[in-house]
């Protein structure tokens, strides 16, 4: 089974990290991993340039959100950073509408958080870790099932906060993602037909060069 790897990894370990190799274990990690997975080293170029900011060509980049409602009422928020916002803008627009999408306001559904795990060392005190995540600048601190921190903060604080808290607890971060987080309660779709058409929209999404996020 080929493995794909999202060249977001790759950004979010550069910006966390980073962006030489040599310096950067968990970049060099990603890039092996993506070599591996059969990724040309041309895209993995182009995501260690976007966590730089700028394109393969070297020209900046733009950050633009596309806010999205599917059948029946499935809202969806887009991260897109492009050299180019309009082009980008308007085939994604073209997109979801093949996919029976409406572009529309969604965006106020959702709070946008920055989510960083931190590797667990296993013994100690939680109520500790969280003490001290919190005067680190977290908003909220959770404890996955293998022990690992998880750290909710602000996307704009997000790289300080886990590069502070990875000192204090000398562990190291193994990912760090930007998310839209619902307000409101969770639904589940049990529409089938529903389900497969937001799943293929969404993997469409994913094969967009442009999209950083969903």
């Excluded at 070599?35 to 260690?48: C, E, L, S, T």
């Excluded at 060509?57 to 897109?80: K, Q, R, W």
């Excluded at 997109?95 to 529309?104: A, D, E, I, R, S």
Aim: net charge negative.
């Amino acid at each position: 089974m080929k493995v794909t790897i999202p060249t977001q990894s790759l950004m979010e370990s550069e910006i966390v990290y980073g962006p030489d190799p040599n310096l950067n274990s968990q970049l060099a990690t990603w890039i092996a991993a993506a070599k591996k997975a059969g990724m040309p080293k041309a895209n993995i170029d182009v995501a260690i340039a976007r966590g730089q900011g700028k394109s393969s060509s070297g020209a900046g980049l733009e950050n633009v959100t596309l806010e999205v409602m599917m059948p029946p009422a499935v809202a969806i928020v887009v991260d897109v950073e492009t050299d180019n916002k309009q082009r980008a803008l308007q085939q994604l627009r073209s997109l979801t509408k093949k996919h029976n999408g409406t572009v529309t306001p969604t965006a106020f559904l959702f709070t946008r958080w920055a989510r960083t795990t931190l590797k667990g060392k296993g013994g100690e005190d939680f109520d500790e870790v969280m003490m001290q995540a919190l005067d680190a600048g977290a908003e909220d601190v959770e404890q996955d099932e293998n022990g690992d921190v998880i750290l909710w903060t602000q996307p704009n604080t997000s790289h300080q906060v886990a590069q502070e808290l990875s000192k204090v607890l000398s562990t190291e971060i193994l990912d760090s993602e930007i998310i839209w987080s619902p307000t409101g309660d969770k639904v589940k779709l049990d529409d089938a037909e529903a389900t497969t058409a937001i799943g293929n929209y969404l993997a469409a999404l994913q094969e967009y060069p442009d999209v950083q996020g969903v």
